[in-house]
């Protein structure tokens, strides 16, 4: 057993630390995070030739790790010192093992509209073997991690993290004298089981010691506007509420972010005006969140220095200027994957209209072929030049 007072104490240091700081951010997207894996991989690899070290972990170059839903889960594992090997073997047993359809013996129409899809205890029992009763305070954590969950009685987004020094972490005392228990010691298990309760797919979750007198019941942190969580991990990297006040600029702070594969779903005039309560049902809300996550990734890509940077519409093409003068804010790097016939045909790969139905299935296990086919395929936009030698140089 590590010695959790010294392990405590040298994360505080770390994270303490003059120098530049380098942040990770993984999308949420159900079992399309293999592709996030694929990206990763080649990250790591990456890094591992850059720093001449064949062992080296995500968790030794990045200083903060955090994610929504299924980016909770994998930046989570990370956060552990998981090689990205070991996070993707993981990550393929857990999928095939939770995306099963639940029996609805009896329930009929009725009872199969107003139930889950899947049962979450198949996804407990997995996080349970995996993280045991380690809480967010654990000195197994080997760097800084954040969790978004939605707590949905209150309509408030929670990034929650292993931060000694963010607000609600350690103990604290109610307006009306109640002591409660501060985040730290929530179990990673139990957060992430809240990360990733999407609605429809999974039951919320209840968490009783999440810095409330009150229950609180979380759902999945797509059902917000951070199903991205880029921005929300630089506020936290910067903002006085988590209490690291790490210093803006482009030599300063550097934004790794990586999706799991942009699409949206498209209809003619004719089709939509058609539209049923059903159809609105099943196309505003991933509209919605597909119309967050762009803004996020206009605004960082504002308000940074981007080698990645994209087109993101007709009427602002790539963003050229920067908020904070031509240097720019920021250090920001975006990959992610366009899942259409022809973006995915530019990258040497023949699919039809099957494969990107398959791919664009948050919860099919029949994806993961086509996961990992289009993973090897996209790896190598994963480049040297996309991280400045300075935040290799100063390696943690």
Same mark, same amino acid.
């Given at each position: 057993?590590?010695?959790?007072?010294?392990?405590?104490?040298?994360?505080? @240091?770390?994270?303490?630390?003059?120098?530049?700081?380098?942040? *990770?951010?993984?999308?949420? +997207?159900?079992?399309?995070?293999?592709?996030? *894996?694929?990206?990763? @991989?080649?990250?790591?690899?990456?890094?591992?030739?850059?720093?001449?070290?064949?062992?080296?972990?995500?968790?030794?170059?990045?200083?903060?790790?955090? +994610?929504?839903?299924?980016?909770?889960?994998?930046?989570?594992?990370?956060?552990?010192?998981?090689?990205?090997?070991?996070?993707?073997?993981?990550?393929?047993?857990?999928?095939?093992?939770?995306?099963?359809?639940?029996?609805?013996?009896?329930?009929?129409?009725?009872?199969?509209?107003?139930?889950?899809?899947?049962?979450?205890?198949?996804?407990?029992?997995?996080?349970?073997?995996?993280?045991?009763?380690?809480?967010?305070?654990?000195?197994?954590?080997?760097?800084?991690?954040?969790?978004?969950?939605?707590?949905?009685? =209150?309509?408030?987004?929670?990034?929650?993290?292993?931060?000694?020094?963010?607000?609600?972490?350690?103990?604290?005392?109610?307006?009306?004298?109640?002591?409660?228990?501060?985040?730290?010691?929530?179990?990673?298990?139990?957060?992430?089981?809240?990360?990733?309760?999407?609605?429809?797919?999974?039951?919320?979750?209840?968490?009783?010691?999440?810095? =409330?007198?009150?229950?609180?019941?979380?759902?999945?942190?797509?059902?917000?506007?951070?199903?991205?969580?880029?921005?929300?991990?630089?506020?936290?990297?910067?903002?006085?509420?988590?209490?690291?006040?790490?210093?803006? +600029?482009?030599?300063?702070?550097?934004?790794?972010?990586?999706?799991?594969?942009?699409?949206?779903?498209?209809?003619?005039?004719?089709?939509?005006?058609?539209?049923?309560?059903?159809?609105?049902?099943?196309?505003?809300?991933?509209?919605?969140?597909?119309?967050?996550? @762009?803004?996020?990734? =206009?605004?960082?890509?504002?308000?940074?220095?981007?080698?990645?940077?994209?087109?993101?519409?007709?009427?602002?093409?790539?963003?050229?200027?920067?908020?904070?003068?031509?240097?720019?804010?920021?250090?920001?790097?975006?990959?992610?994957?366009?899942?259409?016939?022809?973006?995915?045909?530019?990258?040497?790969?023949?699919?039809?209209?099957?494969?990107?139905?398959?791919?664009?299935?948050?919860?099919?296990?029949?994806?993961?072929?086509?996961?990992?086919? *289009?993973? =090897?395929?996209?790896?190598?936009?994963?480049?040297?030049?996309?991280?400045?030698?300075?935040?290799? @140089?100063?390696?943690?």
């Amino acid at each position: 057993m590590p010695d959790e007072r010294r392990t405590t104490e040298e994360l505080a @240091e770390r994270l303490a630390r003059p120098g530049p700081k380098r942040l *990770l951010s993984l999308d949420g +997207g159900g079992i399309r995070g293999i592709l996030s *894996l694929a990206y990763l @991989e080649a990250v790591e690899a990456m890094l591992r030739r850059r720093y001449g070290r064949a062992d080296l972990c995500l968790a030794d170059h990045f200083d903060l790790i955090g +994610g929504t839903s299924t980016g909770a889960l994998i930046a989570t594992m990370l956060a552990l010192g998981w090689t990205v090997a070991d996070a993707r073997a993981a990550y393929l047993n857990l999928s095939a093992d939770v995306f099963r359809p639940r029996r609805y013996w009896g329930l009929g129409p009725v009872g199969r509209a107003i139930a889950s899809r899947f049962s979450a205890q198949p996804l407990e029992a997995i996080l349970e073997s995996i993280l045991g009763d380690a809480s967010l305070d654990s000195p197994k954590l080997r760097t800084g991690l954040m969790i978004i969950a939605k707590r949905i009685d =209150t309509a408030s987004v929670w990034p929650l993290t292993n931060l000694p020094t963010a607000r609600y972490y350690d103990d604290w005392t109610h307006p009306e004298g109640q002591r409660l228990p501060g985040n730290r010691h929530l179990k990673l298990r139990e957060l992430l089981r809240a990360s990733t309760a999407a609605p429809t797919l999974f039951r919320p979750k209840s968490l009783t010691a999440a810095g =409330t007198p009150s229950e609180a019941m979380f759902v999945d942190g797509a059902v917000s506007a951070h199903n991205n969580p880029s921005l929300m991990l630089l506020m936290v990297a910067v903002l006085d509420g988590f209490g690291l006040h790490w210093p803006l +600029g482009p030599d300063e702070l550097l934004l790794c972010s990586v999706g799991t594969g942009r699409f949206s779903r498209t209809d003619s005039a004719a089709v939509v005006a058609r539209y049923t309560n059903i159809d609105w049902a099943q196309v505003l809300v991933p509209q919605m969140i597909g119309d967050t996550m @762009e803004l996020v990734e =206009t605004v960082l890509q504002w308000m940074s220095v981007s080698p990645t940077a994209r087109r993101i519409d007709s009427m602002i093409g790539s963003v050229e200027t920067t908020l904070g003068g031509d240097r720019g804010l920021v250090s920001y790097v975006r990959y992610d994957a366009t899942i259409s016939v022809p973006a995915l045909a530019a990258l040497g790969l023949d699919v039809d209209d099957a494969h990107i139905a398959r791919l664009r299935d948050m919860s099919s296990v029949a994806a993961i072929p086509d996961l990992l086919m *289009l993973g =090897t395929h996209v790896q190598n936009t994963v480049r040297d030049e996309h991280f400045p030698v300075a935040f290799v @140089e100063h390696a943690a």
